[in-house]
């Protein structure tokens, strides 16, 4: 802001503490000089200065550290009226993970991209090479060719406390290594964003804007705590609440795509409809299913999630879920004993669980609850 509009607020804020008639009646006589004066009675009564500890950190050395490891995307695609161009779409963020030019960031960065370029702190463009990508864990892999790279260093996730210094760093609105600072204000945040579902995310107020995703999220010495991905905002901008997903799940994701190519991720083989979101709650929501059903209103449960929807087969054929006996208009009631209530409780339950795992689905079907026992598949890969 200049300074000029600074005056102007404060110059406001002061007329507006004194009142109209009393504003007047400064402003009257008020003084010729350029500074106010103070009654006498109004000094303030000078006191010993004491230096105030514990303030805010210093993050210099956490900047020169970690800015090195951070490296601007852009996505281009296909022209919209010729085709035989490429355009740029979309730009991000990406963290160095070694000294190969292995890079990682968000799938929603470099989804449907034609080419992936790459923009080194030092100013050096590449090309990427799209190792692998993940739109379950809104991750994905890329790789430079490239020498003289910083790799990030790895934190821990899991020893984050709310409160607690972190730092953005990352791409925002097309500005390269910009750095913002803030605190974990939810270390257990589970959302639903256009390109995925992020169960256990990070929630911070370090303001990060749209070319942040898929950068990073250090703790104050530097260390990479996680990948911003998604913000909540009415605007489209930073209003103080964004979202990382924790580097313990993006080293697992990173390294199974670098191993194969894609994330090993566990698969139940149904499919739970957005709107269908606390739909049991509703009355006139359970007549409708009883009837479909043949079955008293009475005997329909108010919560859990209704499996059904209208432009695809809700449980897969041949998937686990479909083994087990579950089907069209059963509810899900419970995963391994949690409720579930709403699709972010689904994925929740599911966190941290692996292909070959076992689990236990409490089921309402056609009147009566039942439990069933399958083994999770590994998910199949979109072709």
């Keep these: 802001m200049k300074t000029s509009a600074v005056l102007t607020v404060a110059f406001a804020a002061f007329i507006g503490a004194l009142g109209a008639r009393e504003a007047s009646r400064w402003l009257e006589h008020r003084p010729q000089s350029s500074l106010l004066s103070v009654p006498p009675e109004l000094l303030a009564q000078?006191?010993?200065?004491?230096?105030?500890?514990?303030?805010?950190?210093?993050?210099?050395?956490?900047?020169?550290?970690?800015?090195?490891?951070?490296?601007?995307?852009?996505?281009?695609?296909?022209g919209f009226f010729d085709d035989s161009t490429l355009e740029e779409t979309a730009s991000g963020s990406g963290v160095i993970l070694s000294q190969d030019g292995t890079i990682v960031t968000n799938n929603h960065v470099v989804a449907g991209a034609q080419e992936v370029r790459v923009r080194l702190p030092d100013r050096r463009t590449f090309t990427a090479d799209v190792v692998g990508t993940d739109p379950t864990s809104d991750l994905a892999v890329i790789r430079v060719k490239a020498d003289g790279l910083t790799p990030i260093e790895m934190g821990d996730s899991d020893k984050?406390?709310?409160?607690?210094?972190?730092?953005?760093?990352?791409?925002?609105?097309?500005?390269?290594?910009?750095?913002?600072?803030?605190?974990?204000?939810?270390?257990?945040?589970?959302?639903?964003?256009?390109?995925s579902v992020i169960i256990n995310a990070i929630q911070t107020d370090a303001p990060i804007n749209p070319g942040n995703s898929g950068g990073a999220l250090t703790d104050a010495d530097g260390r990479l705590v996680g990948?911003?991905?998604?913000?909540?905002?009415?605007?489209?901008?930073?209003?103080?609440?964004?979202?990382?997903?924790?580097?313990?799940?993006?080293?697992?994701?990173?390294?199974?795509?670098?191993?194969?190519?894609?994330?090993?991720?566990?698969?139940?083989?149904?499919?739970?409809?957005?709107q269908l979101d606390g739909w049991l709650a509703a009355q006139g929501d359970r007549e409708q299913l009883a009837q479909a059903v043949n079955v008293d209103v009475s005997a329909v449960p108010s919560t859990g999630f209704l499996l059904y929807s209208r432009r695809a087969e809700p449980v897969t054929p041949g998937s686990p879920a479909a083994k087990a006996g579950i089907q069209a208009l059963d509810v899900i009631l419970a995963i391994d004993g949690k409720a579930i209530v709403d699709r972010l409780d689904y994925f929740s339950a599911l966190d941290g669980k692996h292909p070959g795992d076992n689990i236990t689905i409490k089921m309402w079907s056609r009147g009566s609850t039942k439990t069933v026992t399958l083994t999770l598949t590994e998910e199949p890969i979109e072709s």
């Design 46 to 78: 000078n006191v010993d200065y004491q230096p105030v500890t514990g303030g805010p950190a210093d993050f210099r050395a956490a900047a020169k550290k970690v800015l090195p490891s951070v490296v601007s995307i852009d996505k281009y695609q296909r």
């Design 160 to 195: 984050l406390e709310v409160g607690q210094w972190v730092l953005a760093i990352g791409n925002p609105l097309g500005y390269d290594g910009t750095l913002s600072a803030g605190v974990v204000s939810n270390k257990a945040r589970s959302l639903g964003t256009q390109a």
């Design 227 to 274: 990948i911003n991905s998604a913000i909540s905002s009415n605007t489209g901008g930073n209003i103080g609440i964004g979202f990382a997903i924790p580097v313990n799940r993006v080293k697992r994701v990173a390294r199974e795509i670098i191993e194969s190519g894609h994330a090993h991720n566990p698969y139940v083989g149904i499919f739970l409809a957005p």
